[in-house]
């Protein structure tokens, strides 16, 4: 997997999942982040619920909308077939998709 270990990681669980700050509870597939070990939080609580979800598949605008966002996470999903993490793409602020956008039309042009 790409990226160093600072790097925040956003898991869409598999299971049930509980938010260990606010205790709602958060369902299936919810987006979790898991702050040390155990705890699980929502991403409201994790303060990363303003961002964005840009998907993977597109690598030029995956990696200027990293550099533009100021706080980034890579959002993971368990695979039951495979067995492992699948990066599903991340999460940036809106601004820094925006600018990617831009930056990647103009590239195109
Ligand atoms: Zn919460």
New binding site residues.
């Given amino acids: 997997m790409e990226g160093d270990q600072s790097e925040l990681k956003v898991f869409i669980s598999g299971g049930e999942s509980t938010?260990?700050?606010?205790?709602?509870k958060?369902g299936s597939q919810a987006w979790i982040f898991l702050a040390g070990k155990r705890s699980a939080?929502?991403?409201?609580?994790?303060d990363l619920d303003h961002l964005l979800f840009l998907p993977s598949g597109n690598g030029t605008l995956t990696r200027r909308a990293k550099k533009y966002s100021t706080l980034n996470a890579v959002v993971l999903k368990w695979s039951n077939a495979r067995k492992h993490y699948e990066r599903q793409g991340i999460l940036v602020e809106e601004e820094a998709v925006g600018q990617a956008e831009a930056d990647y039309l103009r590239m195109r042009n």
């Fill in positions: 938010c260990e700050s606010c205790l709602e958060l939080l929502c991403l409201n609580c994790a």
